[in-house]
């Protein structure tokens, strides 16, 4: 079975600078996915970033980038020039290559407050 | 394209009573799952749907269950209510690896 962990329960920044948030997981898989997910306050989940395991370049959207280290099995996002409209819950995610394409685990995720 | 679309966004149950929510996925997503996110136990795959079929189950009791219709769109239905079944239910549509959220019907059981 998979497990996902974000032992980071809260972060804060401030506007402007950088945070990264981490995520490690546990798999026997070869074939995977890993996302990042953003939860505004009482709003919709939104998609922020994927990573395909199989490819070895760190994917980049915008001021979201991440740093995957497959045989660490760690998946961290980092936020460039926090925005006080970054402040949400952030949930790393992991999905199976191959079959289903809907059963994502997540890790409990991790509060972020971006500060003025 | 719009959006996963989910109704109703709030309910109100008491103990015992049957319940059912539906999605409708984006346009021309054949894959629907749903998901229950409590404050406890985080976000719990329920089940995914593919082509009118169940694709995939989670971990939850015999009394969530749920089907697709041939338009893709998904209903789940929670029978004999209790009180943990107090949740945000969420539904995802997907395709080629990514799923994109709906809003979420929040359950209230009292």
């Known amino acids: 079975a998979q497990t996902v962990t974000q032992s980071q329960p809260e972060m804060s920044v401030q506007e402007a600078e950088t945070v990264t948030l981490s995520c490690t997981y546990d798999?026997?898989?070869?074939?995977?996915?890993l996302f990042w997910y953003k939860q505004p306050p009482s709003r919709q989940m939104i998609l922020v970033i994927r990573q395909e395991a199989y490819k070895q370049q760190n994917a980049t959207e915008n001021r979201f980038s991440v740093n995957f280290q497959k045989a660490a099995k760690s998946f961290s996002l980092k936020i460039s020039d926090s925005q006080l409209g970054d402040t949400a819950m952030y949930f790393c995610a992991f999905m199976k290559r191959g079959g289903s394409q809907g059963n994502l685990i997540f890790g409990k995720g991790t509060k972020l407050s971006v500060k003025p | 394209k719009a959006g996963v679309t989910q109704t109703p966004r709030y309910l109100i149950k008491t103990r015992g009573q049957q319940v059912t929510l539906s999605c409708s996925p984006i346009?021309?997503?054949?894959?629907v799952s749903w998901y229950q996110q409590t404050p406890g136990q985080g976000l719990q795959f329920l089940f995914e749907y593919f082509s009118e079929t169940q694709r995939n189950k989670g971990n939850f009791p015999g009394r969530f269950s749920g089907r697709q219709f041939s338009n893709s769109r998904s209903e789940m239905n929670v029978s004999t209510l209790e009180l943990g079944d107090s949740a945000l239910y969420l539904c995802?549509?997907?395709?080629?690896?990514?799923?994109?959220f709906g809003p979420g019907t929040r359950l209230t059981v009292t």
């Open positions: 346009s021309g997503h054949r894959s």
């Open positions: 798999t026997s898989e070869n074939n995977y996915y």
């Open positions: 995802a549509s997907g395709e080629n690896y990514e799923q994109y």
